[in-house]
């Protein structure tokens, strides 16, 4: 049973590795080309943080390998005999936080690496030591208080009940849906300061394409993006009363008015076609499938392991192999979800025009140092969006 998850769980990680050398390769080749969508030094440089960031990828991939054959082969039993809590539910807590903290502390410095190391040389990264430390005490503090209370509550469920993984799974997705409905007036004015747009002009602009819309939001906001990064971005955050337009100030400064609003339409066809909603169910069914097949693991698995069956070791197990089985998934989603940004393009280019959304699209492209090309088994697994020069061309670009 042991040799049989290793395999795996190796199988597993030596795809992700194939898929990056594949793309590492491509990007190679395609950086010595034409220029396409890019400035020429823009296309280079992409190219470049493409390779580096697959490279840091790949790296990653081996730790994790590494991690993963430390919990199996003596981790989770070694931690299970230094959290000496005769009280199943708060063991369950510490050991998990416990196990969350530790693979934490390992991946630290790959994100240190990137914040202030990869980014920087790129451009993108202007977090200071002080905002980073800030950020990862506010994550770490988020997670202890809410994924503690998780944690007990889907212990509770797991000693209660004999059918667990169907109570937990509707436990763990209605509380989905509840940070979704919270997040952008709870959750991510912790880590940013978002003040209501004061430019009248294009706030008038943007609230009449709500309106011509349905969308009825909160309030149209700004975000202090760029004390952390230069790239640019904007979301409708939110599901009912606490929905909102949230604009990086990165964006306001680099698109032009235009821009901004097709930009915008874009992300209101998500709204018209009720993709948030799609992707939430769609994400309650690989949860619903996860804690089926976690629910029903074997006790020789847990006996191979050398730990006992408990609500612990069971959510260990489920942290420890569910990132296998949202891998395999991420080609439906991604397949669902380019078809999803087709559709949106074509809303954003009726709420302005095509010409502005494309421009638009080009820029953010150049900002954000988006390498548009990528090769076809990399797209497979990991496009959410449709390659670049795909999309420019359904809005009349000629490339």
């Known amino acids: 049973m042991l040799l049989t998850?290793?395999?795996?769980?190796?199988?597993?990680?030596?795809?992700?590795?194939?898929?990056?050398?594949m793309e590492i390769g491509y990007?190679?080749?395609?950086?010595?080309?034409?220029?396409v969508i890019l400035l020429p030094s823009n296309y280079v440089k992409a190219?470049?943080?493409?390779?580096?960031?697959?490279?840091?990828s790949i790296l990653s991939d081996f730790v994790d390998y590494g991690m993963f054959l430390f919990w199996i082969g003596f981790g989770l039993r070694w931690l299970d005999s230094v959290v000496m809590i005769d009280d199943v539910l708060l063991k369950s807590v510490v050991y998990l936080l416990s196990f969350l903290g530790i693979?934490?502390?390992v991946s630290l410095?790959?994100?240190?690496y990137k914040s202030f190391f990869l980014d920087k040389?790129?451009?993108?990264?202007?977090?200071?030591?002080?905002?980073?430390?800030?950020?990862?005490?506010?994550?770490?503090?988020?997670?202890?208080?809410?994924?503690g209370g998780v944690i007990y509550v889907i212990a509770m469920i797991i000693q209660k009940f004999e059918s667990w993984w169907l109570y937990g799974f509707g436990v763990v997705f209605l509380l989905i849906l509840f940070i979704n409905m919270i997040y952008p007036t709870l959750i991510a004015p912790i880590f940013n300061k978002f003040e209501i747009l004061k430019d009248e002009d294009l706030k008038s602009s943007i609230e009449n394409l709500l309106q011509k819309s349905g969308l009825k939001a909160s309030g149209v906001f700004t975000i202090d993006a760029s004390k952390r990064d230069n790239r640019l971005n904007a979301y409708f955050g939110g599901l009912g009363k606490s929905k909102r337009v949230v604009l990086y100030d990165t964006l306001i400064k680099k698109l032009s008015k235009n821009e901004l609003l097709a930009v915008l339409g874009h992300e209101l066809g998500h709204f018209k076609h009720r993709d948030i909603f799609k992707n939430i169910f769609m994400m309650g069914g690989l949860m619903f499938l996860m804690f089926y097949i976690f629910g029903n693991l074997p006790v020789e698995l847990f006996n191979a392991v050398g730990v006992v069956k408990t609500p612990y070791a069971v959510l260990a197990m489920f942290l420890l192999f569910s990132p296998i089985l949202s891998f395999l998934f991420m080609p439906i989603f991604g397949l669902v979800s380019?078809?999803?940004?087709?559709?949106?393009?074509?809303?954003?280019?009726?709420?302005?025009?095509?010409?502005?959304?494309?421009?638009?699209?080009?820029?953010?492209?150049?900002?954000?140092?988006?390498?548009?090309?990528?090769?076809?088994v990399y797209i497979f697994f990991y496009f959410t969006h449709p390659p670049l020069v795909e999309r420019l061309k359904r809005l009349g670009k000629k490339i």
């Open 27 to 35: 990007v190679s080749r395609e950086k010595g080309e034409t220029p």
């Open 121 to 147: 040389k790129f451009g993108f990264s202007n977090i200071s030591p002080k905002l980073f430390i800030t950020d990862q005490m506010k994550s770490i503090l988020l997670t202890s208080i809410f994924g």
């Open 47 to 56: 190219a470049r943080y493409k390779i580096a960031s697959e490279r840091m």
């Open 338 to 376: 380019r078809a999803n940004e087709y559709a949106a393009d074509e809303y954003g280019a009726e709420c302005e025009d095509e010409v502005s959304l494309a421009n638009a699209l080009e820029k953010l492209a150049n900002e954000n140092k988006s390498f548009p090309k990528s090769h076809p």
């Open 109 to 112: 410095p790959f994100e240190i």
């Open 5 to 21: 998850t290793g395999i795996i769980y190796f199988l597993y990680i030596l795809l992700k590795i194939y898929i990056s050398v």
């Open 103 to 105: 693979n934490y502390l």
